[in-house]
T-cell receptor, first 114, second 116 residues
Framework: KQEVTQIPAALSVPEGENLVLNCSFTDSAIYNLQWFRQDPGKGLTSLLLIQSSQREQTSGRLNASLDKSSGRSTLYIAASQPGDSATYLCAVRGSRDSNYQLIWGAGTKLIIKP | GAVVSQHPSWVICKSGTSVKIECRSLDFQATTMFWYRQFPKQSLMLMATSNEGSKATYEQGVEKDKFLINHASLTLSTLTVTSAHPEDSSFYIC????????????FGPGTRLTVL
């Protein structure tokens, strides 16, 4: 059974710093992995999608990497800004054997201090 | 990215009443939509998969008679919480995949339901 873990559960850093959020999963047989952000009381915003055959994806100041063999993905945020404060969720989509189910991490709550 | 909308964004109702939440895909057609529930400070919990023109598929432990799902068109799915009780108070979020159910998933803004 696939399990997705995000560490740390919460992170507070000064504005301007580069930071890394971690996501690990137990079953490497995945279809894709997606990073989202969720602002308080709001829905989810898709940030990056990495297919199982890809190693990384970039969008602006965000870079997500995927290492299937070790069951890890990282979300790198460069030059953090207060507007980056949110909860970041990692979701792993399983393969056909698991009916392509989407399994969620519990999230990392990020606070960027001005 | 694709846009998914939900209505209403929040609703307060009395215990025993029914509440309908709408989920629309605004710029794409979705044969499949997903309904999630989220409790405070917890991650999302998949409730059911809504299939256009057929019955929804409910996750284990989710009462289908309690949470009625109708997917009448390729752009609209509705979730009706019947005879709502305070324990049904939660944040309900819908989602759809424009490129097929295995690809990038987009989410609505959520509906905050409070049952008094």
């Amino acid at each position: 059974k696939q399990e997705v873990t995000q560490i740390p559960a919460a992170l507070s850093v000064p504005e301007g710093e580069n930071l890394v959020l971690n996501c690990s999963f137990t079953d490497s047989a995945i279809y894709n992995l997606q990073w989202f952000r969720q602002d308080p009381g709001k829905g989810l915003t898709s940030l990056l999608l990495i297919q199982s055959s890809q190693r990384e994806q970039t969008s602006g100041r965000l870079n997500a990497s995927l290492d299937k063999s070790s069951g890890r993905s990282t979300l790198y945020i460069a030059a953090s800004q207060p507007g980056d404060s949110a909860t970041y969720l990692c979701a792993v989509r399983g393969s056909r054997d698991s009916n392509y189910q989407l399994i969620w991490g519990a999230g990392t709550k990020l606070i960027i201090k001005p | 990215g694709a846009v998914v909308s939900q209505h209403p964004s929040w609703v307060i109702c009395k215990s025993g009443t029914s509440v309908k939440i709408e989920c629309r895909s605004l710029d794409f057609q979705a044969t499949t939509m997903f309904w999630y529930r989220q409790f405070p400070k917890q991650s999302l919990m998949l409730m059911a998969t809504s299939n256009e023109g057929s019955k929804a598929t409910y996750e284990q432990g989710v009462e289908k008679d309690k949470f009625l799902i109708n997917h009448a068109s390729l752009t609209l799915s509705t979730l009706t919480v019947t005879s709502a009780h305070p324990e049904d108070s939660s944040f309900y979020i819908c989602s759809a995949n424009p490129g097929g159910i295995y690809n990038e998933q987009f989410f609505g803004p959520g509906t905050r339901l409070t049952v008094l």
